[in-house]
Structures are given as C-alpha cells and as structure tokens.
C-alpha cells in the first residue's frame, strides 16, 4: 500500500529544498507519494520583530510563494513539483537572486506561463496562501519552520538533512523516520548544525 507523504515547503529555504530532494529519491525505492505543499516562512514571521538582514529576506520571499501557490492552482500537483524542482535549482545550487527574473525563468524551464510571474507581485490571494501555509503549520505548532512534514497522521519539522542521500540509504532515513512519527509522545530529536546545505 502506498505510503502518503504530504511536505509543506517555503522555496527559498534551502533546507526544505534538501529534504524534498531526499523525499524524491525515497519515491524511487520505496512505495511512496510525496505530495508538495506551501509554507512561506514570509507569512509565518509576518508582525515579528526581525533584524533587518531577515526582515529584508522575509520581503523578498513573498513572490516565490505566491507564484508556487498559483501553479498548483491553475497547473496541479505535478506542475508545482516541476517549479519547485525548477526555482530551487536556480535558489539554491544555482545561487540566483530571488527576483522576478529568476522566477520568470523558472517558469520557462518547465513550461508554464512565464506570466504567471505577475502573481508575485500582488496579495489578491495571500487568504488562500495563509491556508495553505497555517494547513501544515498548525499541527505541528509555531517553534518551527520549514521543512514541515505530515506522515502517520502527525506533522514534525524537518529532517534537517545535508547533503540529501540517494537510493538505499535515502530509503533506510525513511524508514527510520516513518518509525518516530508512529509513537504518538515523540516530540523532539536535534543536534547543533556542523555543515551547511550540500548541494550535490
């Protein structure tokens, strides 16, 4: 039976980027769906007191979401995993800036309407944007970012992963992972980052 595995995901952020890296792969080696779902991390820190090198970040974020959030809506499923593919290229390995012009050219390398840009630019459909963000963050509270994962009927932040592993052993994190999100008391497992995003 295939396993559901619903990933809420901001595009800017790269550790979300390297665990939906690490979810694809597990699609290829074990039966499971990964479906992709907006966060934006913009919304989440929205009338927070942030310095203002984050503050300035959490302005920029506003359009990637929004554009993402309309892919799926006028494109589907499929098509949001194509732009999510396509941006987070171009953020993370790619190092491009989060313009209008690095979202425009997402949107070419997948085919879709390079208009579809425009939305970036307006709040006409933040409402939906905030349910689709507060559908995956309020089950798991508001002391996390993203990643943001529901599996199991829970809903836990992360993992925090770098680099993303590939075949078996990106299978053998599932597995390890699918176990914890089973026992209904476990909250919490961390360590202190010694790596950065390893994008490979």
Not at 40 to 63: K, P
């Amino acid at each position: 039976m295939t396993q559901k595995v619903d990933l809420w995901f901001d595009p800017m952020c790269p550790w979300a980027w390297m665990t939906s890296r690490w979810l694809l792969e597990v699609e290829k080696v074990r039966d499971v769906q990964v479906d992709f779902h907006i966060m934006s991390l913009s919304v989440l820190n929205d009338g927070r007191d942030l310095d203002e090198g984050y503050q300035q970040a959490m302005d920029e974020g506003w359009a990637a979401v929004r554009v993402a959030l309309g892919v799926e809506r006028e494109h589907g499923q499929k098509a949001l995993r194509d732009f999510y593919t396509a941006i987070g290229t171009r953020f993370h390995p790619g190092g491009e800036p989060k313009t209008r012009g690095t979202i425009e050219g997402a949107l070419s390398d997948v085919g879709l309407p390079v208009g579809l840009a425009d939305l970036g630019e307006t709040d006409a459909h933040d409402e939906a944007l905030r349910a689709s963000h507060h559908a995956g963050m309020d089950a798991v509270g508001d002391e996390v970012g993203t990643p943001v994962i529901h599996l199991n009927g829970k809903a836990l932040f992360g993992p925090v992963i770098s680099p993303a592993p590939k075949g078996e052993e990106a299978g053998n994190l599932f597995d390890g992972f699918a176990k914890v999100t089973a026992y209904e008391g476990f909250f919490e497992l961390k360590r202190t980052r010694t790596v950065g995003p390893i994008f490979d």
